[in-house]
């Protein structure tokens, strides 16, 4: 009888856990709409962003915002709601990005942001790297400095709360060099007291000194100097607590960078809907599915981003090519993985 009972209690408490567990399968699939579901009622997707900083998200001569990460906004626009231009900009200084994030302020951070393992567990959920980067110093060429050893006591002007600051201390640190920080929360105020001769050197991600170098009155009086002081991998990241936005927000960079590497462009998007090629017609949604109803987006929805901003390579070179709106800056690291490059993305099937 004892054992009778016992069997019962088990069973009643399996039934138990049993249910629990899919109580929270059941609010876990809830949950992982929400964002998606938000955005459609809102009719925009609120991504954080810059407004200030040539190639990556600035203000052209219309004043409309442009630019390599803003121009990702755009493609998240398109994936969602076929219309590029259904996002809502909010300019963010470098302190306000992980704030943003954690309270849902925006649906999306696409800001030169490096991806770090502390901003991972406690800013939010970071996404696909776009762009490989490495942080570097510009000097004054009449300064004859070509190595960090040669700024021992000087003063380097960069931007507070950024990996960058905390880098610049540890190479120095690690070298045995003593300098000056002088911080500014923005980016400009970083780059005006540079210019004005207040530091002597700023430091920031290579392709930042490349693009506010273009906007010096005398850029060929400076130069960058040929150091890489650290690792920083460009990531647009999300809020913690939706898988689905998550991966959409992945897997629309895997649609840029799929696109350049199976030769589909803006210009011939409506050609290759006829491909042959079952990578291209399932990319394209002629035939077959990679997950875009797990998505919760329309079957077609790769071919209306590259309809609306190209490949991964059309936005480079949009910004940063040969003939690029803000200045050329060789794509290096940021080349296809089949030219030597990093950028990589897994297969749409």
């Given at each position: 009888?004892?054992?009778?009972?016992?069997l019962?209690?088990?069973?009643?408490?399996?039934a138990?856990v049993?249910?629990?567990c899919g109580?929270?399968?059941?609010?876990?699939v809830?949950?992982?709409?929400?964002?998606?579901?938000?955005?459609k009622?809102?009719?925009?997707?609120v991504?954080?962003?810059?407004?200030?900083?040539?190639?990556?998200?600035?203000l052209?001569?219309?004043?409309?915002?442009?630019?390599?990460?803003?121009?990702?906004?755009?493609?998240?626009?398109?994936?969602?709601f076929?219309?590029?231009?259904?996002?809502?900009f909010?300019?963010?200084?470098?302190?306000?990005?992980?704030?943003?994030l954690?309270?849902?302020e925006?649906?999306?951070l696409?800001?030169?942001?490096?991806?770090?393992?502390?901003?991972?567990?406690?800013?939010?959920?970071?996404?696909?790297?776009?762009?490989?980067?490495?942080?570097?110093m510009?000097?004054?060429?009449?300064?004859?400095?070509?190595?960090?050893?040669?700024?021992?006591?000087?003063?380097?002007?960069?931007?507070?709360?950024?990996?960058?600051?905390?880098?610049?201390?540890?190479?120095?640190?690690?070298?045995?060099?003593?300098?000056?920080?002088?911080?500014?929360e923005?980016?400009?105020?970083v780059?005006?007291?540079?210019?004005?001769?207040?530091?002597?050197?700023?430091?920031?991600?290579?392709?930042?000194?490349?693009?506010?170098?273009?906007?010096?009155?005398?850029?060929?009086d400076?130069?960058?100097?040929?150091?890489?002081?650290?690792?920083?991998p460009?990531?647009?990241?999300?809020?913690h607590?939706?898988?689905?936005?998550l991966?959409?927000i992945?897997?629309?960079?895997?649609?840029?960078?799929?696109?350049?590497e199976?030769?589909?462009?803006s210009?011939?998007?409506?050609?290759?809907?006829?491909?042959?090629?079952?990578?291209i017609?399932?990319?394209?949604?002629?035939?077959?599915?990679?997950g875009?109803?797990?998505?919760?987006?329309?079957?077609?929805?790769?071919?209306?981003?590259?309809?609306?901003?190209?490949?991964?390579?059309?936005?480079?070179?949009?910004y940063?090519g040969?003939?690029g709106?803000?200045?050329?800056?060789?794509?290096?690291?940021?080349?296809?993985?089949t030219?030597?490059?990093?950028?990589?993305?897994?297969?749409?099937?």
């Amino acid at each position: 009888m004892k054992k009778l009972s016992l069997l019962v209690a088990m069973l009643t408490l399996l039934a138990v856990v049993l249910a629990a567990c899919g109580a929270a399968e059941e609010e876990s699939v809830v949950a992982g709409g929400q964002v998606l579901a938000a955005v459609k009622d809102r009719g925009q997707v609120v991504c954080g962003s810059r407004t200030d900083l040539l190639g990556f998200g600035y203000l052209d001569s219309a004043g409309r915002n442009v630019g390599f990460d803003i121009d990702f906004c755009r493609a998240v626009a398109a994936a969602i709601f076929n219309d590029p231009e259904a996002v809502e900009f909010v300019p963010l200084t470098a302190a306000e990005r992980g704030p943003a994030l954690q309270t849902g302020e925006i649906d999306l951070l696409a800001r030169n942001c490096t991806w770090t393992s502390s901003r991972d567990s406690q800013w939010g959920n970071f996404t696909h790297v776009t762009f490989y980067d490495g942080q570097g110093m510009i000097v004054r060429k009449d300064s004859g400095a070509t190595t960090l050893e040669d700024l021992d006591g000087a003063t380097v002007c960069v931007t507070t709360g950024t990996t960058t600051e905390l880098n610049l201390a540890d190479n120095f640190r690690g070298r045995g060099l003593d300098f000056t920080a002088v911080t500014f929360e923005d980016t400009a105020s970083v780059y005006n007291a540079y210019e004005d001769g207040r530091c002597d050197a700023a430091t920031s991600d290579k392709s930042q000194l490349a693009a506010v170098r273009e906007g010096f009155a005398n850029p060929d009086d400076h130069y960058i100097m040929d150091v890489t002081m650290s690792k920083e991998p460009l990531t647009p990241a999300v809020s913690h607590g939706d898988d689905q936005w998550l991966d959409i927000i992945k897997t629309v960079a895997y649609v840029l960078i799929n696109a350049e590497e199976l030769g589909i462009t803006s210009a011939n998007l409506d050609e290759m809907m006829g491909s042959d090629d079952p990578a291209i017609k399932r990319m394209l949604g002629v035939e077959g599915s990679f997950g875009q109803e797990d998505l919760g987006l329309s079957n077609e929805f790769a071919g209306n981003i590259i309809r609306a901003v190209g490949n991964y390579g059309e936005v480079y070179d949009r910004y940063m090519g040969p003939n690029g709106a803000a200045f050329e800056l060789p794509r290096g690291p940021n080349k296809l993985w089949t030219d030597g490059g990093l950028i990589y993305a897994p297969p749409l099937r």
